[in-house]
């Protein structure tokens, strides 16, 4: 049985996630086949995309900051034991649009609860489990935000809506995170180019997965 690698992908609003994940499953999927899982947090399973509904509608309902972090705890707990455990017992790989550090950053961060008190309680959800690796598409939150609002396709989340200064704090949190986990944080200007910052995402993936068959440049 190959490897079990468990990648995941971060970054602040507008980023670039999902244009880069698009491209590089695209190439990755033919080469892995079945033992490609790709997922998103919040979500990934029924039950954490309920939740997910409940965390992300397109307007303000009033909930409170710590709800809202038992709530992302909740969901990652589900999508921990449901997806990405099995998967990672059968040898495969998986890769997560998002994962614990979005919880340090925007609940840590953002909102001010404290990185130490929600990494406490994420550790209660995820029993410890880190990615191999993460990888953080850095791009300044002004940047990224004027991104979302002119060219997003789908809806403009409660999330999205937050003033400039709560996506500061998520970005800075990052970057502090970053600096804390260097070796499982690897971070990339994603104010390049999105051919650039495609470039320079496949180039740690492969470098992650150089070992497994199949998976060539
Ligand atoms: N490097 C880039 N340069 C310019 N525009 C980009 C770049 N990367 C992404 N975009 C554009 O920014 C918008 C947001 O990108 P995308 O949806 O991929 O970001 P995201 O990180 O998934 O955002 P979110 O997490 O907020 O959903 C899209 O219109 C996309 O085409
Ligand atoms: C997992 C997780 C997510 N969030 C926030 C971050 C984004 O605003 C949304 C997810 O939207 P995306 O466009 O699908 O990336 O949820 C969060 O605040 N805390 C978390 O743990």
Do not use: C
Not at 47 to 64: C, F, K, S, V, Y
Not at 91 to 108: E, H, P, T
Request: glycine share 8%.
């Amino acid at each position: 049985m190959s490897e079990a690698k468990f990648i995941s992908f971060e970054g602040p609003e507008g980023a670039g996630k999902t244009s880069v994940l698009q491209a590089l499953i695209g190439e990755l999927g033919p080469m892995l086949g079945d033992d490609l899982v790709t997922t998103r947090e919040p979500g990934g399973n029924p039950i954490a995309e309920a939740i997910r509904a409940i965390l992300q509608p397109e307007e303000d309902n009033g909930m409170d900051k710590r709800t809202e972090a038992l709530l992302y705890a909740a969901a990652r707990r589900q999508h921990l034991v449901e997806t990405i455990q099995p998967a990672l017992a059968a040898g495969k790989v998986v890769i997560s649009d998002r994962y614990i550090d979005s919880s340090l950053a925007y609940q840590g961060g953002g909102r001010d609860l404290g990185v130490d008190r929600i990494w406490t309680l994420n550790q209660f959800a995820t029993e410890g489990l880190l990615p191999d690796l993460t990888i953080y598409l850095d791009v300044p939150a002004d940047i990224g935000l004027k991104r979302v609002m002119q060219h997003r396709q789908g809806k403009i989340d409660r999330l999205d809506k937050e003033d400039l200064s709560f996506h500061i704090k998520v970005r800075n949190t990052y970057l502090a995170l970053r600096d804390q986990f260097p070796d499982r944080i690897q971070v990339i200007d994603a104010t390049q180019p999105l051919e650039m910052v495609i470039t320079a995402t496949r180039a740690l993936i492969w470098q992650q997965l150089k070992n497994r068959n199949g998976v060539h440049s």
